[in-house]
């Protein structure tokens, strides 16, 4: 199965569904496995989805040859599974008003920049799936179809993807005290 994750607000929905059209794969949607089973707590304006049972949800339903989507796959899918990882990636500086759009507390937002600036999603895609599984894609100046087609040649092994740095972007503007607040 292929996997499309990353940061909330990166683009993994619209690419799942734009790469489905372009492959005919069926998706599966973390996030809406979590709601229909209910399993999760609301926080804020967030869902805690608890990622034990999802895993085991997921381990009975999934199919093997289609498009799971969700930023939890790092921590429910099981690298037999997985054929490909594909983690979308954004500026941090154009997640702010995504996030903004989306009404996501300070908290959230900071939650969400920092994993995107530090690579949360990366780092643990590659040490649940390995290196040779996981691939990245910086989205930010792309249109989807730019997106799926990267993806495509991703999969015939014809890209090996991004390289994604933010961090070095923050700490030349001097920002990086804006994304990780000095916790007193």
Do not use: C
Request: net charge positive; aromatic share 6%; glycine share 6%.
């Amino acid at each position: 199965m292929l996997v499309i994750t990353g940061n909330p607000g990166v683009g993994k929905h619209t690419i799942a569904e734009k790469l489905s059209e372009k492959t005919n794969m069926q998706i599966t949607d973390l996030n809406q496995i979590a709601i229909q089973n209910k399993i999760f707590k609301k926080r804020d304006s967030a869902l805690d989805v608890d990622v034990t049972k999802l895993t085991k949800i997921v381990k009975k339903t999934i199919q093997k040859n289609g498009i799971v989507v969700g930023h939890l796959a790092p921590y429910v899918l099981d690298k037999k599974q997985v054929s490909h990882v594909i983690i979308l990636r954004k500026n941090p500086y154009k997640l702010l008003p995504v996030y903004k759009k989306r009404k996501y507390s300070q908290k959230k937002t900071i939650e969400n920049i920092g994993s995107e600036i530090l690579g949360i999603t990366e780092y643990d895609s590659i040490t649940r799936f390995g290196m040779k599984k996981t691939t990245q894609i910086n989205t930010t100046n792309l249109t989807p179809n730019q997106i799926v087609n990267k993806i495509m040649l991703i999969l015939k092994n014809k890209f090996k993807g991004d390289k994604v740095d933010w961090l070095d972007i923050v700490a030349s503007k001097g920002d990086l005290a804006k994304f990780f607040p000095n916790k007193k």
